[in-house]
């Protein structure tokens, strides 16, 4: 009996360490389970975009209830928007923010954003943006190795140079302006006359300063982020052509999380997309006022020239509507003209 007890005893004695021992790692799990991951892009911390990536990874963290913590990278320290994509498929990045042109090679639906002139406002855009073309691109890029969180607005393309006002389609022969690495915006350039140069945003604005081109286009708050206004002394408000902005994630690193985790982070990607519509909304009201007053002759292009513009621009959408896929671009221009008759 006093050795059957004394079984018992140290039997007791074990289960409750046990016990105790699957408590402590339990209670430990949460934090030895914390993900860490990287989210990136190009824009300084001085932009929207950026105070937007900072409030999705402190949105992501409550969502997941701590699981994930995301740390942002601004003003493209992680690399160009190629590089960043390039890593994000790779799975040695896990969030982007940015451009899907680097992809428009595989992906020619991405190139239907390139076409001049498309939109009126950005209404317009943001319910295209949530409609049924943009989560087809979205699953386009699926075999990318890439998962389609949101995407949210960058802004109108306008132009700068440093020569002489634009306001007439004549106005922009001989310029040498840098524009976007691809196809559709390489073309509309050249054919209303501009000397059309691709190269990394990273590099244009000291191109700017020494004269190595003449002008860029981009959107407004993305130019005075930039500090365009330091080395460009006109801006001609032409409205050409609308760029959003995707966030996506790793396949990789997406497929090692929880189903759980992966709904809090695409409810924290959509409410900072919503975000930085919002701030970019806001910003647009003052930054031509800034650009006046760092000295930059802010010019509107009148609507008889505007539209000699759009006329002259036409080939270059007929002529990439049947690459891009017409039966993809008909939809498309279907839910702009969805959301113009709404209003």
Do not use: C
């Not at 003003?75 to 890593?87: F, H, N, R």
């Amino acid at each position: 009996m006093k050795t059957n007890f004394g079984t018992k005893t140290l039997s007791r004695r074990a289960a409750t360490a046990a016990l105790l021992a699957a408590t402590a790692l339990f209670a430990a799990g949460p934090a030895m389970a914390e993900i860490k991951a990287k989210a990136g892009h190009a824009m300084p911390e001085s932009h929207p975009q950026a105070a937007a990536m900072n409030k999705f990874a402190e949105l992501v963290g409550t969502y997941t209830n701590g699981n994930v913590k995301v740390q942002t990278y601004h003003g493209a320290v992680l690399g160009s928007d190629e590089k960043q994509l390039q890593a994000v498929q790779s799975g040695t990045q896990e969030f982007y923010i940015g451009t899907l042109a680097p992809l428009s090679s595989r992906v020619k639906e991405v190139q239907v954003w390139d076409l001049p002139f498309m939109f009126q406002n950005t209404r317009e855009v943001y319910a295209v943006l949530d409609g049924p073309s943009s989560k087809q691109i979205f699953e386009k890029i699926e075999p990318s190795g890439l998962v389609g969180l949101t995407w949210t607005g960058m802004g109108f393309r306008n132009l700068s140079n440093s020569r002489h006002p634009v306001t007439k389609l004549d106005d922009v022969s001989g310029l040498k302006l840098r524009v976007m690495a691809n196809p559709v915006a390489l073309d509309t350039w050249k054919t209303i006359g501009a000397n059309a140069t691709p190269m990394p945003f990273s590099e244009v604005f000291p191109a700017l300063e020494v004269k190595a081109i003449d002008g860029q286009e981009n959107p407004l708050l993305h130019m005075y982020a930039n500090k365009m206004q330091e080395v460009q002394k006109y801006i001609s408000l032409t409205n050409h052509v609308y760029t959003p902005v995707a966030l996506v994630a790793s396949q990789k690193f997406w497929d090692k999380l929880t189903p759980a985790d992966q709904a809090g982070i695409r409810k924290a990607a959509t409410e900072a997309g919503l975000l930085q519509r919002k701030l970019l909304d806001e910003g647009d009201s003052d930054v031509i006022a800034k650009f006046k007053e760092a000295g930059v002759e802010v010019d509107e292009v009148p609507a008889d020239q505007l539209a000699r513009i759009q006329e002259q621009v036409k080939p270059v959408v007929a002529k990439f509507k049947p690459l891009i896929g017409d039966a993809f671009v008909d939809g498309f221009y279907a839910e702009i003209e969805k959301a113009r008759s709404a209003n």
